[in-house]
């Protein structure tokens, strides 16, 4: 009952950050959704793209409002440490979203099953899911599949770096663990689900380290033991399962990292560590650590989304 009574305790602690944040916030849970005015040429709303009757599996297309044949694609992720299964609609529309659609990408706002439907990897199965619906869908929403990125903030930011960092591998062995990659969710198992690029907003990339800087305490189980049923000190393996920055390597596509010095959900050290690594790997990177910087609070300057901007184009965004 007390590990029970701890867990809620840290979904409403966070949640209560949700509520807090602007532009975006925590990537928030769907009763603390924020209206952002974007401006597009069209829209669709609860698309299923795995095929069944799933609420958590719809996501929402929005289309630049400069009409033209076909769209660079971002996929964007909402953060929710991995709580919340239906918060498409807050995925920092208003920020993120919104300069992607001025700078003429296509934007994807999936849905996703949350650490209380399915344990891990079935969120990553999901976004492998989205990428390949992207390409079997291409003609319909007017995709250009030869770009396809994934952005995510928080937890979103976590399955935007993984998809990237294990992008082109189906399975792989993590210590005593067999881990499936890429999941049979959908109607398009037989399209690709490689991403040209990413973006990484304040995600927590090695959940093996979640102590290497000062942050807030989420009680006797974190998001992260959750969403693996597990405990860092009984089972490490799955810990490294999680984590991006045990998949990194030369092969791996562009990535870009914002993070806040002062994030006292996740802590700096986590973008710091990743950066570090792809850059040592020779993986095309950059990276914006703001000093100031909160957990999404002071992150979403027009100088940052820009960067943002400006990456993806040179990837290969702008052709």
Request: with cysteine; charged share 20%; hydrophobic share 35%.
């Given at each position: 009952m007390k590990k029970k009574l701890s867990s809620v305790l840290s979904m409403l602690c966070l949640a209560t950050m949700a509520v807090?944040?602007?532009?975006?916030?925590?990537?928030?849970?769907?009763?603390?959704?924020?209206?952002?005015?974007?401006?597009?040429?069209?829209?669709?709303?609860?698309?299923?793209?795995?095929?069944?009757?799933?609420?958590f599996h719809t996501c929402d297309i929005y289309l630049p409002k400069q009409a033209k044949a076909a769209y660079p694609v971002v996929i964007h992720i909402y953060g929710s440490a991995w709580?919340?299964?239906?918060?498409?609609?807050?995925?920092?529309?208003?920020?993120?979203?919104?300069?992607?659609?001025?700078?003429?990408?296509?934007?994807?706002?999936?849905?996703h099953r949350s650490s209380i439907d399915a344990k891990w990897p079935a969120?990553?199965?999901?976004?492998?899911?989205?990428?390949?619906?992207?390409?079997?869908?291409?003609?319909?929403?007017?995709?250009?599949?030869?770009?396809?990125?994934t952005s995510g903030f928080s937890s979103g930011g976590h399955l935007s770096s993984?998809?990237?960092?294990?992008?082109?591998?189906?399975?792989?062995?993590v210590g005593s663990i067999d881990i499936d990659l890429e999941g049979s969710v959908g109607n398009y198992c037989n399209e690709l689900s490689t991403v040209n690029a990413a973006c990484d907003w304040s995600g927590p990339v090695d959940l093996t380290a979640m102590d290497c800087g000062d942050h807030m305490q989420m009680g006797e189980k974190s998001p992260e033991d959750i969403l693996l049923n597990a405990s860092l000190a009984?089972?490490?393996?799955?810990?490294?399962?999680?984590?991006?920055?045990?998949?990194?390597?030369?092969?791996?596509?562009?990535?870009?990292?914002?993070?806040?010095?002062?994030?006292?959900?996740?802590?700096?050290?986590?973008?710091?560590?990743?950066?570090?690594?792809?850059?040592?790997?020779?993986v095309k990177t950059e990276a914006t650590f703001v000093p100031e910087g909160g957990h999404g609070m002071g992150m979403y300057s027009e100088d940052n989304l820009q960067k943002m901007v400006g990456f993806l184009n040179e990837a290969g965004g702008k052709k």
């Open positions: 807090a944040q602007p532009g975006g916030g925590f990537g928030g849970f769907g009763g603390f959704q924020q209206q952002a005015a974007l401006e597009t040429s069209q829209e669709w709303k609860d698309v299923n793209y795995a095929g069944d009757d799933q609420a709580f919340s299964n239906s918060s498409k609609g807050a995925a920092d529309l208003g920020t993120i979203v919104k300069a992607l659609l001025n700078a003429g990408y296509a934007v994807v706002c999936p849905n969120q990553l199965h999901d976004i492998r899911a989205v990428i390949r619906f992207v390409r079997g869908e291409a003609a319909k929403y007017r995709f250009d599949t030869s770009f396809i990125a993984i998809a990237a960092t294990t992008s082109g591998q189906k399975q792989a062995t009984e089972e490490p393996d799955k810990y490294l399962s999680l984590s991006a920055t045990n998949y990194v390597d030369k092969n791996d596509p562009p990535i870009i990292i914002f993070h806040g010095e002062k994030d006292n959900v996740v802590p700096c050290c986590q973008g710091k560590k990743f950066y570090e690594l792809l850059k040592a790997a020779g």
